[in-house]
Every structure is written in C-alpha cells, then in structure tokens.
C-alpha cells in the first residue's frame, strides 16, 4: 500500500450561526440578491413617523403644540396666582371728604323710647303743607304743636278715656286704669264747651277729638323735634338728645340771654369764628366747646369721620366766601381741600391714601408681563385663557369629527336619496351665514344674562354644529371609492352587519385623511374662537380667553402704552395656530408623499 494514508482530524472546524444575531430584524443570512428577507420590512405605521420626523417644520410645529399644552394646563397650577386675583396697592387719590348743603328740608330728632322714622316724617309734610294739627300712621295719632317759625315738637297721643258729652249728660271713661280727677273733668268740659282741640293740665297736654257722638280723650308724649336749624356735636362724644335740642332751639329762637340747662348742666350759646357754638359751663368756670349751629348741613363722607369744629368753622368761612379750596392744619399736619359745587351741594375733596387697583403695571419681578386693566396677572391669564382655548378646539374638532364621519359614512355608504338628502343637508349649512348667526346668540345671551361658564358650553355647541359638513363631505368622497372594492365585496360575502361595514372597515381606511382634517381645523377653530371673543360674543370676563385679552386694550392710546397685555396673547394665537398648521401639514406629507411632488 505504500506510504500513502489519510489522516484523520478529530477537531473539525464549526461553522458560526450568526441567525441569532439578527433575530427579530427579518434579515436572512442567504446571499441572493432576489431573496425579499435582505430587505428591512417596515410597518405602515412606522413609515409614516418616519416621513413625518423627517419634516422638520412638523416638528417645530409638534414643539410648539406640546409647550402650549405645558403653558397652559401646568404653568396654570404653577402660578402662585388664580385666574381672577386682583392687586391693589395703597396710593392717593382725590376722595371726597365731605359735603356742605344749605338746608332748607325739616330735620327729625326722636325722642327717647319713641318709634319715629321717614315714613312719619313724611306724614308730617304732608300734614303741615295741608295746615292739619293732627295726622295718624299706622294706626297711630300724632299731634303738631309749632313752637316757632320752621320749629315743630311732634307729639304721640295716646287714648286714656272716653268721653260722654249728650244732653246734659257729662262722663269719662278711662282706660287702662287712668285716674281722672275732678280737675281734669272741669278742664275737660270747659275745652269741649269751647270747641278747642287741646289743652294743658298739670304741665301734661291733652287732646280732644270728637267721635261718633263722644269724644277721645288723648294725653301727647313728646315723640320727635322737626326743625330747619342744623344741631351737631362739637366732639365725638357728646350726645344731642331731644331734651338738648328742644332746649337750645327755644332759646336761639327767643331774646333771651342764652343760657339753658338741660339734666341740671348749664349751657350758653356765644359766637365762635363766626358761627354760633353752645358752650359747656362747668362748674370751674371753663366753657368747653358742647355743640354748633348753623344753616348749613355740613356731613362726613363715612362714619369713621368726625369733623371738628374747627374744621367746621373753616369750611363755613371758605363755603359763604365763595372759594375754591382751603388749607386747614390740624395734628396731622397742613392739609389742602378743594370745593366743587354742584346745584345746591358743595363737595369737599382731599387727597387721601387708599387701596387702588394695579391697573397696566408694566413688567416687574412680581407680575413678569405686568397687570391689565383689571388689575390681574397677565401671564397667569394667558395661562388660564390658553387651557379655554385649547379645550375648546379639541371639543369642537371633536364634536365636528363625529358628527362629520357619521352622516358622511351614511351618505357615502348608502348612495342614492339617502346620500343626495345629507348632501343637500350639508349644503344648507354650507349657506348659514355663521357670523350674523353668532351675533344674533350672542345678543339673546346678553339680554338672559347668561352665566360666562354656560356662553363657553353654547360657543363650543354652535362652532361644533356650524364645522362638520366639510369633513362630512371628505368622509363620503372617500367611502364612495372604497365600498366597491374587494374587501367590501368580502365583508358583504360574511354577512357582517351595515354598522360593522361602514364604522370597522370603511372608515377606518379614512383615519389618516381624517386626522390631517381635524389637525389643520384645531387652528381654525382656535382663530374662531379668538375672534369671537374679541368682538365680545366668546368667552366673557372674568374667564380669560386669548380673544378677550386682546379685546381689552381696545384704544389706540391702550395698545401703544400698555403692549404687555396684548402682544403676548397675539404671539401664542399665531404660534399655536402654525403648530397646528405645520402638524397638519406634516400628517399629510406623511400620509400621502405623493402630495408634495
């Protein structure tokens, strides 16, 4: 056999399978320049992102949706600020201080324990300008005694007693246990003998009023003063009560000395910067400044402040000198007050410190885009106006997007009279003219007072109702080429029902269309909806919109002075409608490339 043999090898060389490697990426490992596997298999779905990632004005655009969408709906809870927040700040503004008239109305003041109010007063009016000595309200009789010219004390009269007065026959009968003395009874008869209707007994006045074929005896309480002449503290403290006044007026009104006591206080009336001021006496001697007298009806704009009569006294001077403003010094300090007349009022104006509203502060460290005219945070409204807008475009594409793949699915799937009515359906909507429709709502809601949160249910109702048939009309074309094509012949074949054929497989194959639609309508909507509000017929104050921002700065003045409200909310509607825009765009490249050649 010679020397010729075979070796054997017993460490043969394996071969690698590198098929794992490539597991899931449908590559085959064959060389043949035929074999379908060397090509990567891409999903529909997956060839759309990529056309779209490719399209960089898309992805600007889809950038801008998602930081409007943050702005908006989380830069809202962010805010250390509501929606409706208004900031003041203490400044000062020319208020009025108080007024100054020269009376010439009668002026009540009620006695102690007793009910006199404007109703009675004006009974009282009424009664003097007829002359009448008596007048009755709600069931009870007041007597008017007139003490002076202007001066009238009005007295409450009370029954006590019947009286019986018929053919020689005289009798009282009290009531409530009134004692009736002989006295009484001769002071009784003699009045009635004379016919007078009052008379006094004991320092008491009584009244005598016939009824039926008797008579009432009536006993007057002091119930109130009716006066012209103005009484008022000279100090906070001091009371000017019936039994003062009615003590004071006598003596003004009498040539007396001028002097009064009142609950065994002395009081003399004298001459102070010219006007007539009652004096205190108190027992050391000293006179302290009790109450003023004057024509003139000098009134606090608010309780909390009380006039002096130092002050009193210079506005009397200022007032019957005819002048425009005065300087009066007082613990504060010099202060200067300006006289405004209007009919028969004087108003006494000063500038005083108060809570203002921030109305268009510019751009601070506390509010970054200023105030508006309303005194809230602008960035914060624009937040809050952004989250309205927004919602009411995605309601209304969608409330559009529904009833548009219904009725045009119908129309398209159906055909004949069915299609030709949804058609002409369409078309009447088409002929609605949208903007007087909107005006003609928006005057209806403002004459029913509509609440601002109801008007954005209706504004989103009528944008819904009034934008459907172009999709309608899209979804039709569409289904009227797809349902003569073989899958539809098949769904036929299985016996699915209408509802299936139309909603699982006709419209469906509408999706991307559809989705490009309702993409390139959220812009639309958006401008809509701003527009509206701009001309006040959208979404009302105090919710914020980016369309009634803008419409608040309505002057010419406004807008070159106070851009901060306004050009901030005109910048987000242009940038959130060309997001939308360059999506929808986008969306359609995407879907259909042959739609850019």
């Keep these: 056999m010679g020397n010729n043999y075979i070796e054997r090898n017993d460490n043969p060389i394996k071969p690698v399978d590198n098929a794992d490697k490539f597991?899931?990426?449908?590559?085959?490992?064959?060389?043949?320049?035929?074999?379908?596997?060397?090509?990567?298999?891409?999903?529909?779905?997956?060839?759309?992102?990529?056309r779209f990632v490719r399209n960089k004005l898309a992805i600007a655009g889809f950038f801008i949706i998602v930081f409007m969408f943050l702005f908006s709906f989380v830069g809202g809870l962010l805010s250390p600020y509501n929606e409706t927040q208004v900031f003041t700040h203490v400044g000062?503004?020319?208020?009025?201080?108080?007024?100054?008239?020269?009376?010439?109305?009668?002026?009540?003041?009620?006695?102690?324990?007793?009910?006199?109010?404007?109703?009675?007063?004006a009974q009282f009016i009424l009664a003097k300008n007829r002359g009448d000595s008596f007048f009755t309200f709600n069931d009870t009789e007041y007597f008017i005694v007139q003490e002076a010219e202007d001066f009238y004390r009005i007295m409450q009269v009370m029954p006590v007693a019947e009286i019986t007065n018929f053919k020689g026959i005289f009798a009282v009968h009290p009531k409530d246990g009134f004692a009736v003395s002989e006295d009484l009874k001769a002071a009784i008869l003699a009045a009635i003998d004379s016919g007078e209707s009052k008379f006094e007994f004991e320092g008491d006045l009584y009244t005598v009023k016939s009824q039926n074929r008797g008579y009432v005896l009536g006993k007057a309480e002091n119930a109130a003063l009716e006066s012209m002449l103005i009484i008022d503290p000279a100090e906070k403290d001091f009371d000017i009560g019936f039994d003062f006044k009615y003590a004071a007026e006598k003596v003004i009104r009498s040539t007396d000395s001028g002097t009064f006591s009142v609950h065994g206080e002395n009081f003399k009336i004298d001459e102070y910067n010219e006007m007539s001021v009652v004096y205190l006496l108190k027992p050391s001697g000293e006179k302290v400044p009790y109450a003023i007298v004057s024509e003139l009806a000098v009134q606090p704009s608010s309780p909390e402040i009380f006039l002096t009569i130092d002050f009193k006294a210079a506005i009397q001077k200022a007032v019957l000198n005819g002048e425009t403003s005065f300087v009066f010094e007082d613990e504060s300090g010099s202060?200067?007050?300006?006289?405004?007349?209007?009919?028969?009022?004087?108003?006494?104006?000063?500038?005083?410190?108060?809570?203002?509203?921030?109305?268009?502060?510019?751009?601070s460290e506390k509010h970054w885009l200023g105030t508006d005219g309303h005194g809230m945070d602008v960035l914060t409204r624009l937040m809050y106006g952004g989250r309205v807008s927004l919602l009411i475009g995605f309601i209304v594409v969608f409330l559009e997007t529904l009833i548009g793949i219904i009725l045009g699915?119908?129309?398209?799937?159906?055909?004949?009279?069915?299609?030709?009515?949804?058609?002409?359906?369409?078309?009447?909507?088409?002929?609605?003219?949208?903007?007087?429709?909107?005006?003609?709502?928006?005057?209806?809601?403002?004459a029913q007072d509509v609440e601002?949160?109801?008007?954005?249910?209706?504004?989103?109702?009528?944008?819904?109702?009034?934008?459907?048939?172009?999709?309608?009309?899209?979804?039709?074309?569409?289904?009227l080429s797809l349902r003569?094509?073989?899958?539809?012949?098949?769904?036929?074949?299985?016996?699915?029902?209408?509802?299936?054929?139309?909603?699982k497989h006709l419209v469906p194959n509408v999706i991307p269309q559809i989705i490009v639609l309702a993409t390139l309508g959220l812009g639309n909507i958006i401008l809509y909806?701003?527009?509206?509000?701009?001309?006040?017929?959208?979404?009302?104050?105090?919710?914020?919109?980016?369309?009634?921002?803008?419409?608040?700065?309505?002057?010419?003045?406004?807008?070159t002075n106070y851009w901060f409200v306004w050009v901030p909310a005109g910048l987000l509607i242009l940038l959130t409608v060309l997001g939308f825009n360059f999506v929808g765009d986008g969306l359609r490249d995407a879907f259909d490339p042959k739609m850019k050649r």
């Excluded at 078309?427 to 928006?442: A, K, S």
């Design 335 to 363: 202060k200067e007050y300006t006289i405004t007349k209007l009919n028969n009022v004087y108003t006494i104006k000063t500038e005083s410190p108060t809570h203002l509203i921030s109305m268009y502060e510019p751009p």
């Design 484 to 503: 003569e094509q073989e899958f539809m012949i098949a769904t036929e074949a299985v016996g699915l029902r209408t509802s299936k054929r139309i909603f």
């Design 23 to 50: 597991l899931g990426e449908h590559l085959s490992t064959s060389l043949r320049l035929d074999d379908e596997q060397r090509v990567k298999v891409l999903s529909p779905g997956m060839l759309v992102f990529k």
């Design 409 to 446: 699915g119908i129309a398209g799937y159906f055909g004949k009279w069915v299609d030709m009515l949804i058609m002409r359906i369409v078309d009447v909507f088409n002929c609605i003219p949208f903007l007087p429709l909107v005006m003609i709502v928006g005057a209806v809601m403002d």
């Design 92 to 121: 000062m503004m020319q208020k009025e201080y108080a007024s100054v008239t020269h009376n010439n109305q009668f002026r009540y003041t009620v006695a102690e324990g007793k009910q006199y109010n404007d109703s009675v007063h």
């Design 529 to 559: 909806e701003s527009t509206l509000s701009y001309f006040g017929l959208g979404v009302k104050f105090p919710y914020a919109s980016w369309g009634n921002i803008i419409s608040a700065v309505s002057t010419a003045y406004e807008m």
């Design 452 to 479: 601002p949160q109801v008007r954005i249910y209706y504004l989103m109702l009528i944008l819904g109702i009034m934008s459907w048939p172009g999709i309608a009309r899209m979804v039709r074309g569409q289904i």
